[in-house]
């Protein structure tokens, strides 16, 4: 009896299997045959692989959802215009792009060319080296919103491909096919039943929830349709509009890769590591890839304040020079949703955070057990101290980037933290003044915030007062290279 229940319960598990080997060789069946007739839909195979270069100019509309200046719609739309350019065969990406955000004015490029990369910063006036270019990292965001060169991708590496399945989105049938890039989380791919043609995409990115990208209206570029229209999505909320003015396939791109000599050289751009810096005793900055919080050492508890990106990384960080002691409060500067990403974090670490009083409903949606979230909001000020120091928690908006912002001030060491408005670059001169960091600087003079080091959110380097009167003085003077 023993043997029979043996011999059965085998004969159920090889069945399993043998079931699941059918299950896979469809389901990569299927996914190579819309493959196939995708390739078919966007020129063939022949014509895709002869495709080497590609540039599209751009005029795009980024509607700010909760990125804009009030916590709640109807959402600020910043304009800007913009060309992309890739070179397969030399592995070469070149990206321009100008126009303002909330708060802020842009002008920068980036090529990406071996040991002729470089970070071009127009109104700063300055170009550095990359000493670390990396093409499908560069490139990935335009490939990703370029049907055509998604299909070439997909073509490329089919092997990482499988299917979904099928579904209908207001009357239009679909077939999904899902595969991963060289970087970056795995797409899904919505492919029309009838024309093969993409029309949606979508990802999941950590931190930041479900991305979905949309193409419209195709016409035919050296016979390769490719999209004029596209739009993105972020967990449900228009985020980008893009019109696509001019496409060009196999034209040289040699003059976008070339720098105006006009341009200053400075420090070379090199990978921005995990990193704890001390400036002063107790305090520390730490951070990296552009994201950084400040923790300050009390008597018996930590500060946090910022939050962004990788903050348990930071705190971790944090661990190993203050292991006992509890972060007992963490502070979040504004409602923007890279800026409330770090609530989880201090919610894991038993934390109670402070916000804005205005952003309140925002930092509770941010919090995995919201009900339970220890939250006191912040009117004007609010001052922690013990013993060892005195921090005063302010609200010095509005200013052009939010109406509300929350700044760290420690007035007996001069040191103050902020988010959004005064960066310093990563190397060389200190750039021209946007309208954030205009206003900032008078709302430090409205509350009479005498700060003499200034950390910031997104950059490693320390500002000091001298900066920040540089960076306005070649706004108002219209000095951009010296």
């Known amino acids: 009896m023993k043997i029979r229940a043996i011999v059965l319960l085998m004969t159920l598990v090889l069945g399993n299997i043998a079931h699941a080997e059918n299950l896979t060789q469809e389901n990569v069946k299927k996914a190579k045959g819309i493959i196939d007739e995708a390739v078919a839909a966007y020129g063939g195979k022949k014509l895709l692989s002869s495709m080497n270069t590609v540039i599209i100019e751009n005029e795009t509309i980024n509607i700010a959802s909760g990125q804009s200046l009030k916590p709640e719609p109807p959402w600020d739309r910043n304009p800007s215009t913009g060309i992309s350019a890739v070179d397969f065969k030399n592995k070469i990406f070149v990206t321009r792009n100008h126009g303002t955000a909330v708060g802020f004015v842009f002008d920068n490029g980036t090529i990406i060319n071996a040991e002729k990369s470089a970070q071009l910063d127009f109104r700063a006036g300055t170009v550095a080296a990359i000493t670390a270019p ?72 950590q931190d930041f929830g479900l991305v979905e990208y949309r193409f419209n209206n195709y016409e035919k570029v050296s016979n390769i349709p490719f999209n004029k229209e596209f739009a993105l999505y972020l967990n449900g909320d228009l985020n980008i509009e893009r019109k696509n003015l001019k496409t060009q396939v196999n ?18 751009i090199v990978p921005d590591e995990l990193s704890r810096q001390e400036v002063a005793k107790g305090i520390y900055h730490i951070g990296g890839n552009g994201t950084y919080a400040m923790f300050i050492e009390m008597q018996d508890y ?62 509770k949606k941010a919090a995995k057990d919201a009900d339970n979230l220890k939250l006191k909001t912040v009117g004007d000020k609010k001052v ?77 380097r320390v500002g000091t007062q001298e900066d920040l009167h540089e960076a306005i003085t070649k706004e108002l003077w219209g000095n951009k290279s010296d």
Not at 251 to 268: F, G, Q, R
Not at 412 to 433: K, N, R, T, W
């Open 302 to 363: 930590v500060i946090a304040v910022g939050g962004t990106s990788g903050s348990s990384q930071r705190i971790e960080k944090l661990r190993e020079v203050i292991p006992e002691k509890p972060i007992k409060y963490g502070v979040i500067t504004h409602h923007h949703f890279d800026h409330v990403i770090a609530v989880s974090a201090y919610e894991a670490e038993g934390a109670t955070v402070l916000a804005s009083t205005a952003h309140r409903a925002v930092v």
């Open 384 to 460: 922690l101290k013990d013993k060892s120091r005195r921090v005063e928690i302010i609200d010095i908006g509005p200013t052009a980037h939010t109406e509300h912002l929350l700044v760290a001030y420690l007035p007996e060491e001069g040191i103050l933290f902020e988010a959004d408005h005064f960066s310093m670059p990563q190397a060389g001169p200190v750039a021209p003044a946007v309208p954030s960091t205009i206003t900032f600087a008078s709302a430090l003079k409205k509350h009479r915030i005498k700060a003499k080091k200034f950390l910031s959110a997104h950059s490693p």
């Open 134 to 205: 990396d093409f499908d990292t560069s490139s990935g965001p335009f490939m990703r919103v370029t049907p055509a060169l998604l299909v070439r991708q997909l073509h490329d590496r089919s092997q990482n491909a499988y299917y979904l399945g099928e579904t209908n989105i207001e009357g239009q049938d679909y077939d999904v096919v899902g595969f991963s890039m060289a970087v970056g989380p795995a797409l899904s791919l919505y492919f029309e039943r009838e024309s093969r043609l993409l029309r949606r995409s979508e990802r999941v990115l």
């Open 251 to 268: 034209v040289s791109i040699d003059d976008l890769t070339l720098v105006d000599p006009k341009l200053t050289k400075i420090e070379a």
